[in-house]
Nanobody, 114 residues
Framework: QAQLVESGGGLVQAGGSLTLSCVASGNIFSGRTMGWYRQTPGQLREFVASITRGGFTNYVDSVKGRFTISRDNAKNTAYLQVNTLKPEDTAVYYC????????WGQGTQVTVSS
């Protein structure tokens, strides 16, 4: 059964860093572009970053220079290194394919205090 499991979130002060991980089961990962999304209460889920199987990356403007997406194809795992965090980065972070095609996981909460 296809499954996405995110982890690594937490509570950090502004300027801090976290490493988010996403393990994809089944055939989710194979040959697909993977992405990170985030959602705050009452808002639509938004795109944050993506990475192709070959490593080409793309980011929403608000995180460029602060976030880095990567992947380990052998481990079916995608990562999001989030640096220089700001309070407006507070959200639940999810991963999925680009475009999203699988049931969303539980996400991982990132909370940034000012």
């Amino acid at each position: 059964q296809a499954q996405l499991v995110e982890s690594g979130g937490g509570l950090v002060q502004a300027g801090g860093s976290l490493t988010l991980s996403c393990v994809a089961s089944g055939n989710i990962f194979s040959g697909r572009t993977m992405g990170w999304y985030r959602q705050t209460p009452g808002q639509l889920r938004e795109f944050v970053a993506s990475i192709t199987r070959g490593g080409f990356t793309n980011y929403v403007d608000s995180v460029k220079g602060r976030f880095t997406i990567s992947r380990d194809n052998a481990k079916n795992t995608a990562y999001l290194q989030v640096n220089t965090l700001k309070p407006e980065d507070t959200a639940v972070y999810y991963c999925n394919t680009i475009p999203f095609a699988y049931t969303w996981g539980q996400g991982t909460q990132v909370t940034v205090s000012s």
